[in-house]
């Protein structure tokens, strides 16, 4: 069972995933000047779709290239070098390197609601955060959107990690969870939840309740973007349109997600896979089902205010340096 689990999770890999030491780079676009690279992080998923398809129809108008560069390099190593002009990162990572010195604004939502779950076995009688008490949670590690979501869910619980057992066991939750090695993990609701039902294993979803945190955005610095606006409108004009692709035509997306993430044509991976895409596409649209791209500047502000009252910012992060729409087509 363990080996089936982490196989799954090999295949399904969320956007906190496992390592890919290997990067892969793709361009497209119009010729004529240096491609801006876009750091997907991690290695090739169906999550990444918007960009497989933006790049394949053409939907860049400047040139582009896609890179996965694996967790053996930071989240934002490539794009504070300048080897990366782009990123998608998680609101919360991006206000927490802000606040630590890194020249970064988000211009443009990728994951328009925050996916951060808690799952526990299916005979559990956790059924709320506030059933936490006393147990033991799981997690990669403490840091990025999983680390920021279950401590705003405990907050909010009236918890703190005190009152709780959190053990960091990597990239393994959900052999960590069959295995009964903890009582509970902190999963994304496109993955851990997929890969747990396709192996055979009763979950529940719990809900974080109202975390006031905005996941996934496309990143990139406040310099790039002032010294080149025209590609930055590009870039997130060709990513929006991806995201809208994907969300009008699933079958489009996988079969373009083909050309990119090995072993999709594989029946059982295939499977998988289009569960998560089923999963994932509505993560890029509106309450109403729209794909805007825009970015909610209070909910970034709430987002600042909060992660300071957590402790986890040392200065606040104000949506108006933060974040932009000024790149976003209206």
Not at 37 to 65: C, D, H, M, R, W
Not at 122 to 127: K, P
Not at 246 to 262: K, L, M
Request: aromatic share 6%.
């Amino acid at each position: 069972m363990r080996t089936r689990v982490i196989a799954l999770a090999v295949t399904l890999l969320i956007l906190a995933g496992c390592a890919s030491t290997t990067p892969a780079a793709t361009t497209s676009g119009s010729p004529g000047g240096p491609a801006a690279v876009i750091g997907l992080t991690y290695i090739p998923n169906v999550q990444f779709s918007p960009f497989y398809v933006a790049e394949q129809k053409n939907l860049y108008s400047t040139p582009t290239t896609l890179r996965h560069h694996g967790t053996s390099e930071g989240l934002f190593t490539a794009i504070t070098t300048g080897s990366e002009q782009f990123v998608v990162a998680g609101g919360d990572e991006v206000l927490q390197a802000r606040a630590e010195g890194t020249d970064l604004v988000a211009v443009a939502s990728y994951y328009r609601r925050f996916p951060v779950r808690i799952i526990v076995p299916g005979d559990s009688t956790i059924a709320s955060v506030k059933d936490l008490k006393g147990r033991t949670i799981g997690l990669p590690g403490k840091y990025g959107e999983s680390w920021f979501g279950l401590l705003m869910a405990l907050k909010g619980a009236g918890l703190t990690t005190d009152d709780v057992t959190v053990q960091e066991i990597g990239y393994t939750q959900q052999a960590a969870l069959a295995t009964k090695k903890v009582d509970a993990i902190v999963g994304f609701v496109n993955s851990e939840p997929i890969q747990l039902q396709a192996a055979g294993i009763a979950a529940k979803v719990i809900d974080l309740g109202d975390v006031p945190l905005v996941s996934i955005a496309l990143v990139t610095t406040s310099a790039y973007a002032t010294a080149h606006p025209d590609v930055v409108k590009a870039v997130v004009k060709g990513t929006v349109a991806g995201m809208a692709a994907v969300v009008a035509d699933q079958n489009a997306a996988f079969q373009a997600s083909t050309a990119y993430v090995p072993g999709l044509t594989d029946s059982t991976t295939a499977t998988g896979a289009k569960a998560v895409l089923a999963a994932t596409a509505p993560l890029f649209q509106s309450a109403d089902g729209s794909v805007s791209g825009a970015l909610d500047a209070s909910a970034w502000d709430a987002m600042s205010t909060a992660m300071v009252s957590a402790g986890l910012l040392k200065t606040a992060q104000p949506s108006s340096v933060a974040m932009t729409n000024a790149y976003v087509q209206h």
